[in-house]
């Protein structure tokens, strides 16, 4: 294909996907296809002749799209949410046609600058104090990597780069049980270990950490003769919407002379309503802070904002500057992959700076609002309606929720057996987790396209195939 009939091909695909997203809710939600079928349909070796495009278009609809989950899908109320407003989707085709390498601000001025613009607007719009610098990482694994290898060589005095984990102290860092797995991983892979992940007690309403429970760790690790590092906070956590009390966490963590991290990668987006800015109470004392445009504001994946108290200390412990990557005459400037993990980054700013302006946070504010309220609302009938329990009360527009008639000797099994009807009903798409060792069933809007009538639909088919179990 050469440019001339990139031309047509594209309005075609402009086309295709229009359609798709105006035909969504006729389709199943979950992809109904079984482990494999997708795989035996493609051929054992690639082409040597090119193909024509009609055909490769061809294969696309019939073998490729039975296959896909409809993460757009209004009725998408599984996981979190993972949205492509219009708009942002428009940004990513400037931004592939464009197709530049912005790892360094003269690989792309505009790049770089418009992010440093675009995550000062997303910092204003949260209420995160002036001071606090921003840049757009591909997720909020990244980040928290970020945060985690930040915190070994501040700890380490900045050797553990050059020097290597070998005969250094034994490091701790603590958070609590209902952090997101990508910690763990952040763990293993700045080399701290498993076994030194100090995993909190959680309790009350909010499922947050006992502060005292993670004042008296720290003080018996220092006693130990191991090195606390830093603290991971959560705001909104992923199975059933832990918050952490921020404020009790950053005293202890000023008096203890810790970094804090604060991962509110799904809930950071709801921070751009005003009146749920309590939920992170204290967050101008962290050091590091991120969320996830790309979940529930719009922007297309990926595009993570990750805030920095100050930035330097996030520098330090990722650059470098071979002669190759020098920007010669020009001081003062910011080359975000001192930022990141990868010296390569994609233009991520182009579809957030399109999102904002063609909404306005009052429009992203608005829809916000609605899920926040039709979840809430579902969450009250459900409460409702005979042999339904409402397990973890909805944290923004995350609850959970569990099938339990009396008499019945095993609700886990039920509940799995419910679950799997209802996605395999394809008119919407929950997911599972457990609660104190119990397994319950997730339900959280954030969809986009979501309507007030697709959260009732919700409602009725969960209560229909749970009629059907029974």
Known sequence: MNWDEFEKHGADAAKWAADYHAGLRERPVRAQTKPGDILAQLPLSPPDAPQPLDDILGDLETTIMPGMTHWQHPRFFAYFPANAAPVSVLAEYYVSAIAAQCMLWQTSPAATELETRVCDWMRQAIGLPEGFAGVIQDSASTATLCAVLTMRERTLDWQGNTAGLAGQPTLRIYTSSEVHTSVDRAIWIAGIGEANLVRIPTGGATRAMDAGALREAITADRAAGMIPAGIICCVGGTSNGAV?????????????????????????????????????????????????????????????????????????????????????????????????????????????????????????????????SWATNLAQKLEGTPD?????????????????????????????????????DGRIYLTQTRVEGALVIRFQAGAFTCTSDDVDIAYEVICEIAAQLS
């Open 388 to 424: 339904f329990e409402i397990v973890t009360a909805p944290m923004l527009s995350l609850f959970t929720f569990r099938y339990a008639p009396g008499g019945t000797a095993d609700c886990d099994a039920l509940n799995q057996r419910l679950l799997d009807a209802i996605n395999a």
């Open 244 to 372: 952490d009390d921020i404020a009790a966490v950053m005293e202890i963590a000023r008096a203890e002379g810790l970094y804090t991290h604060v991962d509110a990668a799904w809930a950071g987006a709801a921070m751009i309503c005003p009146e749920l800015q309590t939920l992170w109470k204290g967050v101008e004392d962290a050091d590091s802070v991120v969320l996830n445009p790309h979940k529930w504001l719009g922007a297309q994946f990926d595009c993570t904002t990750h805030f920095l108290r100050d930035p330097s200390s996030l520098v330090k412990t990722l650059a470098i500057q071979p002669e190759y990557l020098k920007t010669q005459g020009a001081d003062g400037i910011v080359n975000y992959s001192e930022w990141s993990v990868p010296l390569g980054r994609r233009f991520r700013a182009l579809k957030l700076w399109f999102l904002i302006r063609a909404h306005g946070l009052d429009g992203l504010r608005e829809m916000i609002r609605n899920h926040v």
